[in-house]
């Protein structure tokens, strides 16, 4: 499993729009005829056929040179998708897969974490108990031949290598590997299977009585990893949580109320949704939820979005936690994936969903006009609104009271209860140089192989703490290691960036123990100035008590 290097994002980039919410539900559009099948996907969006379809037969039948029907329906689709909100879309057969399996909570592979920074593969983590890690795959070792092909050096594009290490589970890849220390190949056998791919990216305590949960997705297994992340956190004391969900873009909206129901009491009012007849289907919490009287702080940003805004927007709306840092997204419209035989699908957007307080919290569109909607991000950070809340505005007419008496808007997102700017203090021209040329991230995978034995001894927070602290030359070490990638140092540069250079170095060198991203948050937390914020609501709020 490929894993990208994670940045402090210094400015905001555009965010894909959007991610499926609702269930999926199967159904079937025609088994027949290219036309028939779009007459009938037609005749269900209740979209006149008459035209469109007898063009089709008349292609089909009269056309002077024969034509792949097939081919021309998916160019035909698409087209017609276009027309309608942004989040509506056709997905190639070709692509259903690499689309749906994150959102399933496992693939087929030989389970490890690898980085191709300088074009060989890396293995960064052993997924333990895995397939690598039966076979005796460790961690530092360079993948050099897959299955007798060489792979180092070949300048392979990652997407690549990944296809190759992945397959059906039980069949088996041979890997040529380069290991420390030990001269010659090291040939192993690894017999391919099941990897789950975790929607908790992080759970630790973070403080004295708080906890640090960072979820990344919603996806079938959400519910059952939150449930186990928040037993942990109880069983270590915790009974404040932050609760990060900055950068996820949604998922299955049936795990957002799951989620949401945890922290609810019974007979609160978590979403609902409402179709084109005005027909309703609303969400209770049910009162079993295990985290009802634990104090929590939510996080998102401008890439929160869909089931991420649901879970915000219902803790947010019944008084039950506080909403932390940059306004959301603005996705508040369901999808349903409705299959075809041929194995592509079609996520229609058939209902709009609600805050408990009756927001919309979908952001404006205009039908067809894709570009200016993935515009909109650019357009906030342009407006200032990363940087001042007082830069953003909503129409009173968006205006909604929750039961304690706290005024909040739809029409564009959630907006937090406590507005946290995008913080670039400490972000320099020597700093940008050295993380966008990624020099400070192959330096930790260098550190990271000149340390290995140590590292790999590494299994709590303290002990990386105590190994971390102990490297008293760290950022020295890389400025000297920049300066022989090009980078010659600025001294007032890395002086006001020290901070930033140090977290970033400590969070990747702590992603390459067994902690893997506990041990990168928990580093890179010092120079989140939204995680600070969180803490100080949470340390306040006791004090009061």
Not at 207 to 216: A, P
Not at 409 to 421: A, E, L, R, S, T
Not at 442 to 460: F, G, M
């Amino acid at each position: 499993m490929y894993k990208n290097s994670k940045q402090i994002v210094l400015f905001p980039l555009l965010l894909a729009a959007g991610v499926a919410g609702g269930v999926l539900l199967g159904q079937y559009l025609g088994r027949n005829s290219t036309s028939s099948r779009i007459e009938n996907m037609l005749s269900r969006m209740s979209v006149p056929t008459n035209k469109l379809t007898y063009t089709l037969s008349l292609i089909e039948n009269q056309y002077v040179d024969s034509v792949s029907m097939d081919s021309l329906a998916e160019h035909v689709i698409p087209r017609l998708v276009e027309e309608l909100d942004p989040h509506s879309v056709y997905i190639p057969a070709s692509e259903m897969r690499e689309l749906n399996e994150p959102l399933e909570g496992e693939f087929d592979g030989i389970g490890v974490v690898f980085n191709m920074a300088t074009d060989t593969v890396i293995v960064l983590n052993v997924i333990p108990h895995g397939p690598s890690d039966k076979a005796g795959v460790k961690a530092g070792d360079r993948i050099i031949e897959i299955d007798d092909s060489l792979v180092a050096g070949r300048k392979i594009p990652q997407n690549a290598i990944v296809k190759r290490l992945r397959g059906p589970r039980g069949t088996k890849v041979r890997l040529g590997l380069d290991r420390q220390g030990i001269s010659d190949r090291v040939e192993v056998e690894v017999e391919r299977g099941v990897i789950p791919i975790k929607s908790v990216e992080a759970a630790f305590r973070i403080d004295e009585g708080i906890g640090y949960v960072k979820l990344g997705q919603f996806a079938r297994t959400t519910h059952q990893e939150v449930r186990r992340a928040l037993d942990t956190l109880r069983a270590q004391g915790v009974e404040r949580l932050i609760f990060d969900l900055r950068g996820n873009s949604g998922g299955y909206l049936d795990q957002a109320i799951a989620v949401a129901n945890e922290f609810l009491h019974e007979g609160q009012l978590i979403v609902y949704t409402e179709d084109r007849h005005h027909e309703q289907l609303r969400e209770y919490a049910d009162g079993r939820g295990t985290a009802q009287d634990m104090e929590v702080v939510v996080l998102i940003d401008e890439g929160s979005a869909s089931s991420s805004e649901i879970l915000a927007g219902a803790l947010q709306d019944n008084d039950r936690g506080t909403i932390v840092g940059r306004r959301s997204f603005g996705k508040g419209l369901v999808q349903r994936q409705i299959p075809y035989a041929d194995g592509s699908a079609l996520r229609l957007t058939t209902a709009r969903y609600y805050t408990p307080t009756g927001r919309s919290i979908q952001k404006p569109y205009t039908i067809g006009d894709e570009a200016s909607y993935e515009e909109d991000l650019w357009n906030r950070y342009r407006n200032n609104e990363f940087f001042s809340a007082d830069s953003i505005h909503f129409a009173d007419s968006l205006r909604r009271v929750t039961p304690g008496g706290k005024v909040v808007y739809g029409g564009g997102g959630i907006m937090p209860d406590v507005f946290v700017p995008a913080d670039t203090t400490d972000v320099t021209k020597y700093f940008v140089e050295v993380a966008g040329r990624n020099i400070l991230y192959r330096y930790t995978i260098e550190y990271a192989d000149r340390h290995r034995e140590a590292l790999n001894a590494v299994q709590s927070l303290d002990e990386l703490k105590q190994l971390l602290d102990s490297d008293k030359t760290l950022v020295e070490d890389f400025i000297r290691y920049a300066a022989r990638q090009g980078v010659a140092p600025r001294r007032a540069d890395i002086a006001r960036s020290r901070r930033l250079i140090e977290a970033q170095l400590r969070a990747y060198i702590g992603r390459n123990t067994a902690l893997e991203d506990n041990g990168f948050y928990i580093n890179i937390q010092p120079v989140d100035n939204v995680v600070t914020r969180a803490l100080g609501i949470l340390n306040e709020s006791k004090n009061d008590d």
